[in-house]
């Protein structure tokens, strides 16, 4: 996991030779993790305490070949 310029974590998969990147927002992290301190140390705690349940909410919402890139939001949790 790693930020973007955006500010949003991305997080990447393989599926076979194809890659796609997966963007987990604040607020979804705040929703997983709500006592996480808000800076890139509390964001990077908070993505590894939870990375079960980030990996199974991106294979919900990965569609093979569909596209490179997949937004995780609060909803997806």
């Known amino acids: 996991m790693r930020p973007n310029a955006a500010g949003r974590a991305i997080l990447g998969g393989h599926d ?3 890659e ?3 963007y987990i927002d604040e607020t979804a992290l705040r929703q997983i993790e709500p006592d996480a ?3 890139e140390p ?3 705690k908070a ?3 939870n990375r079960d349940l980030i990996c199974a ?3 919900k919402i990965y569609v093979r070949g569909s596209r490179g ?3 995780l939001v609060a909803a997806n949790f």
């Open 16 to 18: 076979s030779a194809i």
């Open 20 to 22: 796609a990147s997966f």
């Open 37 to 39: 301190f808000p800076d």
């Open 42 to 44: 509390g964001f990077l």
């Open 47 to 49: 993505f590894d305490l």
């Open 57 to 59: 909410a991106a294979a």
């Open 69 to 71: 890139s997949y937004d």
